[in-house]
């Protein structure tokens, strides 16, 4: 055998990064078409197809900002618009993102103050009201928190967040990243009484990393009308001003060709069909996993509390002593399968499955199948009959 | 769930179909360009790369015509070159397609004789030479032969036919349709005596169906160089007027910006590697089948002769009584699977799975996979642990 | 200046072939998708579009055949179907393709009669009538022409041409290649009383070269059903048996993939204005080189008669010892315009402006500029004013 | 002629706004494709090659920061990095696009100063080092200025406004927006002093609009580090401990994909010939302007200093009265090309003819003859032969 055939392994690779995501040929397509004057009617029509397209994803009426940036741009729209230096928010751990979005506060000058958590476990939403509570100067201006982190592979019940709040009568707003559920898992902006919530194009919407944006409620935009914290490229109000695009600079027209199509196609299938496709999708991947653990000494789910286990990523614990990293090098190089590493402390302990987006049974049983060759390649102890629970699932 | 989501099953479609077979995006994106004028420089050396290509494909010096055509055609264009109406050929039967080349060979006034065969067993070669050596005065003019036989995945030994030809003494040609075969098994065309040499784009060349053509001994040339039957569109003579790009007419010059790139990948990966990457993913397929053999109640491997197996398609008997139709229709509107299905005599009787082309572990793992869910979901009966059986082979 | 840059002129190519055209980006990404069963029902429903599609610009309703193949191969159908060996055909001269038409019939083993003309002034259609009528025997079974002569420029009055058959009161039935005129200049193929319409993919069309079909009326469809002559891999009736693509072999399904998007772009724009458009740019067209001609040293339009010239294609006869050769090639190794050649007989001494197909003001304006400026690059003398010239001709 | 052919336009789009521009084919096709783990190894190697491409276009050995946001995102991370609320920087009034970034400053709250000038005329440099050698205090941090100033069609000197901060002794740093000149106009950040240049990818490197870069200086990296005010999203320091791709959050990998392609491009063509094909596309452009003005009525170039006219857009001024609305209005619905407008308080007075980046003479032809065309049908007045006298610039 050549070297370049080592190099460049055959055939389509296998995706299950838990994002970006698998893009489909039709957005690929859609995409691929020569460039339009972002002042056009053309492009005008496009963009606000594309606006009221995504507001029903996110189930709101309330306000829609999109930016050239990635879902760290996002954040930190959410955070140059609401809030100034000094300005204190608490945040629920939950895992990696959680800290990230914790540090990116810290960075901007805001305090953060932190419900910390058991990353297997999730976090006690009663902490929250709890904390609330005491904070009679109503110095807390916002609880932050990470709808669906997609290190640990865990959900947080935001509508009980919600009402931990209001129940501590208290003013703070509640942002919500949704990077890694929006479009995947069931998501209700306006009814769950979120202020903020932060997606991106590379999960759910199926879509190459390179737009963001946040669903802003009608009181987080008074909050941001009144903030005179520096800011200009994710301002807001100067993006209000920025018609009818409302983009600081040239519109990435491409990004929306893109999200036309992903819209599209989202709603041909429908939402509740593309949340049932997940749930069913993720219920086998953890049955896969769930055999591979049977005896005890194989990889087993990270999540511990069954509830919570999400339906777009699933992380999986490798066995004691066993690090992620072989597999996942096999997997790459002689299987063509991408599968996702742990992130800052479960580097090497864990390795992720995504199962979101473009994916179907086929796709999700060769990924499967093929974790488990690589176990066997590489050596990794498991107990065997992972596909054949995940078939089983799949067919009940 | 909504209509749509039923009318259109999300993801990608898995086509195990034995041909055409998956496209890779490289091919795709290198015929999905502007148009260039046939004649030009740009197009000539274009050209000339893409018949070197092949011929190291074909593994031949001699002559090669291309036609606009499909596959059929190049089975004309190598009769109407070598035969006059009244000829006699010999065809050694092997199923669906060697009966569709000698009705093609009657229908242009070709006097057909047949090597008679079971299709599960394959023909027996020393018949061949039993019947050229009844042929004293050399009425037969030519053997001809399908290497692979898409319909029942099997293989014929070509140099043993060959063998039997020259023991016979007999100046018979030798005509091979590799259309399955090339660049999937391997396939020596000058070495193997091969006179003419049929194939295809649509399968080991992973293109679009839309051209064919035919490798040309020398021997044959003369052959045709003195038939005076009519013909024109596929002319090899002609041909060799219009240069330089000996086309009839316009050349598909979009087939041939896919040919460049799909030689380009076969010779990256280099064509040993090629054969031994369909040679361990035909064996994990017949390891999955026999696996779902196992207690006698199952779908089993249609060939019965183990060393005559295809590696690009596996033929798959269903059990006595259960249709395949109900299995492939759950298989394509369910889970997006496409398999082949039974030609001729053999609908309903049996289905196929096309290993050949752009596949690799995962593609073949999905489709092994959801072959199992789609029999369980179509209650056909069968013994569990094929995919395991075919993780197993591939580990090995 | 370095070598690739002169091997390789940035931009876009400016594509001024007469055939094949430029295929539209939506065109190019409509069949830039994977493969697909062509037994599946969802292709069959492409084709059934595709042909009632095709239908609709031929303007028949009577019968229709597809081919993998290019315009000869179309041609070959009609004569392989319709003739046999020994059979008479009369042939309207028209230039370099009718004559293609001819040489095929002949090595069919058709006798073939010729009504002779001046290709600058294009025949006498009452020498057709004359002819036939002298034929008390009716053993001329045909009249074959070639609707728009690519090679001169030229029309041909086919209802005229209909007219002459019946005023002689003979049963001939009348052949029509309409491949490079199909979709750019009107054509009734019913109302006309053609018999059998040659169409290929490559031209107004706005598809690659690859695919070619034939119109065919019912008493064409007769006289097949009765001829005995060999034939296969067009044999019309076989192809009824074919249910239900009636292709003979594997369906070219991208070539489908791409039809049923440029039906959808024709219908989109609607015939009428298709044809509008191309009579607009044929004028501008015409008004350039008249312009050029204005002091009669330069090039002038090579057809003599007005009411003939076509809307799909300008044949340019250059001054008097000056070749068409350098400045052709000065207009793709300099500005990479891509300008056609004269064929047979015209070669350096025409040189042909494709505007057909996907063509609009500033892709038409920025050929004749760039070919005023290749006039000046090669020394070819012309009187400027040009590009002025069909400038006003599009704005009046 | 039907709704959906005045709607649609026909034809490929002839696209002449000033940016973004034309993206050619091999890149659209390049970004066509499936996504990839932006942490693997076959990423971090297009990472790689992409970061050192770029600096070879800017001429730096110095630092490079990209980002996944629009040219402005870059802007905000050059300001923000360098600068802190209550800093003091000196900015060269050219157009529109220093009014921007000066708003963009004055929004972080950074104090600006504006060398005030004539638009038509451009800035006097002269008049930097008047100001900064009054600066005893050292208070001005930084001269900011636009290099081609997209609005007007104009150039700034950058080495002269190097020399006269130097000759100031001043120790303040030169800022630089390239995003209209990079890859079309000369540029040499290292050997002109510059410290930080802001670039995009929707220009002359033919990309989509989605990511943005700053070359920087070793001297203006010290400067950073040094610097306290609160950032994250475009933090340098913390980009260098993202390695290896130094993006905060996900890498949008597609427009690494493309940029891959288009550095091949540029370096296949080498950026002196790239320099040179702007310059006498920009020539022929600006001879077309002249002949109209001929009379003096008609359009005219509206920049006025012959040696700062702009290689990559020419603007061009109206005729008293007469608005260009209607037609570029024209232009766009009739004809198919898009042409700039002017912007802020030239909207409506001037035109704008982007020719830079994947241009070549019949693209630009067809965009002056189109011009010509819809100026006619739009009845603005002007002298004729704007065509010819591009043709004879270009011949010459």
Redesign the interface.
Known sequence: ??A??NA????????N?P???????RV??A??????????DEFVAIHHACHAGVKRVLKTDQGLYM???????A??AALANLFA?GDTVLIIETGYFSLGWAE?AV???IKVETIAADWRKGADVSKVGERLAKDKAHEIKAVLCVHNETATGMVLPLSDIRRAIDEAKHPALLLSDTISSLASIEYKMDAWGIDVTVG?S?KGLML???MSFTGVSNKALDVARKNKA????F?WE?MNGRAPQK?????????FFGLQESLK?LE???L??VF??HARLAEATRAAVRAWAADGKGPQLYGQSPDRLSNSVTTVMMPEGVSSDPLRKVA?DR????LG?GLGPLMGKVFRIGHMG??????L??????T??AM??AGVPFS??G??A???S??S
């Open positions: 055998m050549n370049p055939s460049k392994p055959r055939g389509r690779q296998f995706f990064n994002g970006p995501t698998n893009i489909p040929d690929l397509r995409m691929d078409r020569p460039v339009m004057d972002f002042m056009s930016y050239n940036a990635s879902g760290h741009g954040w930190e230096a990116m960075n901007l000058g991106g590379q190459p990393t390179g520096p800011r200009h490229y301002h100067l983009f600081m600079g040239t519109a990435p027209v491409h990004m196609m041909e299938e429908g509740d069909a049932a496709r790459i299987y063509n399968l991408s590493g473009d994916l179907n049974e086929p796709m049983l060769g990924c499967l199948a093929t488990e060759l066997k390649t065997p009959g596909v054949d995940a078939i089983d799949l067919a």
